[in-house]
Structures are given as structure tokens and as C-alpha cells.
């Protein structure tokens, strides 16, 4: 056995538990980050949407606040 493959055996990251938990980690991790983006790009139009109704009412005087 090579005196540098054996201490690198020993470290449980470079394993097959090791890589299978990283690629599941990293699976798991854009799966929520896409939920998350799906759900801020709607809150973000919703948003824009208030706003803009806020705005053109604002303009024809109906909003007395803005």
C-alpha cells in the first residue's frame, strides 16, 4: 500500500458514504432553493401588481392617502 493512500482512506469524506451524503447534500439544497426562488419571483409580481394598481389609483385621485 502507498504511504499516501492510506491516510486518505482514513478521512471519511473521500469514502463512498462521504461522496453519496455530499451529492444527496447538494441535491436536497437546490431542490429548496428552487421552491424558494419559485416562491419570492411570486410574492415579487404580487408585489409589482399592488404597487402598480396603488400608482394608477393614486393618479385618478381614488387612493386619498397617496
Same mark, same amino acid.
Given at each position: 500500500? $502507498?504511504?499516501?493512500? #492510506?491516510?486518505?482512506?482514513?478521512?471519511? $469524506? =473521500?469514502?463512498?458514504? /462521504? %461522496?453519496?451524503?455530499?451529492?444527496? %447534500?447538494?441535491?436536497? @439544497? *437546490?431542490?429548496? @432553493?428552487? +421552491?424558494? *426562488?419559485? +416562491? @419570492?419571483?411570486? +410574492?415579487? %409580481? #404580487? #408585489?409589482?401588481?399592488?404597487? /402598480? *394598481?396603488?400608482?394608477? =389609483? /393614486?393618479?385618478?385621485? =381614488?387612493?386619498? =392617502?397617496?
Amino acid at each position: 500500500m $502507498e504511504p499516501v493512500v #492510506a491516510p486518505i482512506q482514513l478521512i471519511p $469524506e =473521500f469514502g463512498v458514504p /462521504g %461522496i453519496l451524503s455530499t451529492l444527496v %447534500i447538494i441535491v436536497v @439544497a *437546490l431542490l429548496v @432553493a428552487r +421552491v424558494l *426562488l419559485n +416562491v @419570492a419571483v411570486k +410574492v415579487a %409580481i #404580487a #408585489a409589482a401588481i399592488v404597487v /402598480g *394598481l396603488l400608482w394608477f =389609483f /393614486g393618479l385618478l385621485r =381614488f387612493v386619498p =392617502f397617496i
